[in-house]
């Protein structure tokens, strides 16, 4: 790094304070990095039936993922909810453990984009429609009325791309890389 200081200084000289500007700010462009996921919505709805969870994820896929997604890999996107009871004698307890899983594929013969939730699937023609279909979920019943007693509870909520179900070598290349970190949290107490 010392090396390229006399370097940079010298061609600063020559070319003047505005390059020296945009080189600082492009510097700053990439140093900086925006967060991958953010819930735009989370809503808790307690009723007679039971606790309902309703959320909305606002995210862009890297170019490392959209580029494995159009060479025919599928992607996995978990939604996890766990409800808990306060206890000022032990650990909290654990009422309710809730999964939703999302699969997203490009099919290249169709040029069109597949989400499969359980047993269905839908067809996109675009890859923003498709983002918006495995990033929402609405009145998703986490526990039944009779679980929730009087105490004090919390969610956890958990939203990101499973990169353990991607292929094995995939696994295995692309560990510790950031463009493939993609994870939002939040925790939530009920009135």
């Known amino acids: 790094m010392s090396a390229w200081v006399p370097l ?3 061609w600063v000289r020559h070319a003047g304070s505005a390059v020296l500007a945009a080189l600082l700010l492009s510097l700053a462009a990439v140093g900086a990095r925006a967060e991958p996921v953010s819930l735009d919505s989370f809503e808790l709805t307690r009723s007679d039936e039971g606790l309902a969870l309703s959320f909305a994820a606002r995210f862009e896929l890297s170019k490392p993922i959209e580029e494995a997604l159009q060479k025919g890999v599928p992607l996995f996107f978990v939604a996890q909810a766990e409800v808990f009871r306060d ?12 999964t939703r899983t999302w699969r997203l594929a490009f099919q290249p013969l169709t040029r069109k984009y597949r989400v499969t939730y359980g047993g269905l699937s839908q067809h996109y023609d675009s ?6 279909a ?5 009145n998703w019943k986490l526990v039944d009325a009779p679980q929730l007693d009087d105490g004090k509870h919390y969610v ?3 939203y990101q791309l ?14 510790g890389q950031s463009d493939w970190q993609f994870k939002a949290e939040r925790t939530r107490r009920l009135n």
Request: glycine fraction near 6%; hydrophobic fraction near 40%; proline fraction near 5%.
């Open 156 to 158: 956890e909520f958990s």
């Open 127 to 132: 890859l923003s429609d498709a983002l918006v």
């Open 162 to 175: 499973d990169t353990t179900q991607l292929p094995r070598p995939m696994q295995i290349g692309i560990g």
């Open 134 to 138: 495995v990033s929402r979920s609405v």
């Open 87 to 98: 206890r000022w004698y032990w650990t909290d307890k654990r009422l309710a453990n809730a």
């Open 8 to 10: 940079l200084a010298g």
